[in-house]
């Protein structure tokens, strides 16, 4: 059975850094895309970036760029995300997704709450 | 990049058929045969419906299709049930090599 766990979200103040993290397992991590995608409250979701099997190739939604961070370590089946410099505007539930048919999302975790305010 | 136009939303009866509507350009709709469609319950992850505007994943009725017209793409629920009220986003590969979500239509059965 496929599972991501996001886990890292929490209370952080305007300008501070959070890592989220998603644990993998149920399928051969090491063979897929992974994306994150975020949704503020009571809003749309909203693609926020997505990396390759290899780590190497990744894209962001602009809003983001410059500011967060989309990683993966192979060996322990996670994902990763390096949010800095956040805002307001980045408060959301950010959940892991695997990219699992062409450019869509087949499998969701649970996702993960960031709340951005002083 | 702006989001992908959807109704705000669409309401049907039990056993009708409703259709949304998706209008993006040719960046990113019209440009690729990648749109896809979610399902969300309040509270709950996306539910992956359509992918490659037509193919169904593993376990999705057949109730629900989707095709797609130049810059606009559409979902069809056929035989609407109470349980397919939820919130639906479609979404797209863009030139930009990411994804464009859709506004969002809350379903609702009457």
């Known amino acids: 059975e496929v599972q991501l766990v996001e886990s890292g979200g929490g209370l952080v103040q305007p300008g501070g850094s959070l890592r989220l993290s998603c644990e993998a397992s149920g399928f051969t991590f090491t063979t897929y895309y992974m994306s994150w995608v975020r949704q503020a409250p009571g809003k749309g979701l909203e693609w926020v970036a997505n990396?390759?099997?290899?780590?190497?190739?990744?894209y962001y939604v602009d809003s983001v760029k410059g500011r967060f961070t989309i990683s993966r370590d192979n060996a322990k089946n996670s994902l990763y995300l390096q949010l800095n410099s956040l805002r307001a505007e980045d408060t959301a539930v950010y959940y892991c997704a695997r990219d699992g048919v062409p450019a869509a999302c087949d499998y969701w975790g649970q996702g993960t709450l960031v709340t951005v305010s002083s | 990049q702006s989001a992908l136009t959807q109704p705000a939303s669409v309401s049907g009866s039990p056993g009708q058929s409703i259709t949304i509507s998706c209008t993006g350009t040719s960046s990113d709709v019209g440009g690729y045969n990648y749109v896809a469609w979610y399902q969300q319950h309040a509270g709950k992850a996306p539910k992956l419906m359509i992918f490659?505007?037509?193919n169904r994943p593993s376990g999705v009725p057949d109730r629900f299709s989707g095709s797609k017209s130049g810059n606009t793409a559409s979902l069809t629920i056929s035989g609407l049930r109470t349980e397919d009220e939820a919130d639906y986003y479609c979404?797209?590969?863009?030139?930009?090599?990411?994804?464009?979500f859709g506004t969002g239509t809350k379903v609702t059965v009457l």
């Open positions: 990396i390759r099997q290899d780590g190497i190739e990744k």
């Open positions: 979404s797209s590969y863009t030139t930009s090599n990411t994804q464009l």
């Open positions: 490659e505007v037509t």
